[in-house]
């Protein structure tokens, strides 16, 4: 069963469509939302294992230009 997180993520103001842009390519990333609120953009992530998810996170996402913060909220049932 896959592992599936949302990603909150509060990114730069000059550069909040860039990092939608760059987010949408990460592999894993299955939906990138603008949304308003104490966070920029909300990112839904599907891996098969959890240590993907830390990876996609630490090598992928984190290192994206542009984002400040992110706060990551694991799914534990559907």
Same mark, same amino acid.
């Given at each position: $069963?896959?592992?599936?997180?949302? /990603? ?27 949304? $308003? ?16 998810? =830390? ?14 913060? =992110?706060?990551?909220? /694991?799914? $534990?049932?559907?």
């Amino acid at each position: $069963m896959a592992v599936k997180a949302y /990603v909150l993520v509060t990114a730069d103001t000059a550069k909040t469509k860039e990092v939608v842009v760059k987010l949408g390519k990460v592999k894993g990333v299955k939906e990138v939302t603008e949304v $308003m609120g104490p966070y920029d953009i909300v990112v839904e992530l599907e891996a098969s294992e959890f240590d993907q998810i =830390t990876d996609i996170l630490r090598k992928e996402i984190r290192p994206i230009d542009g984002i400040r913060n =992110t706060l990551t909220c /694991v799914a $534990m049932r559907r």
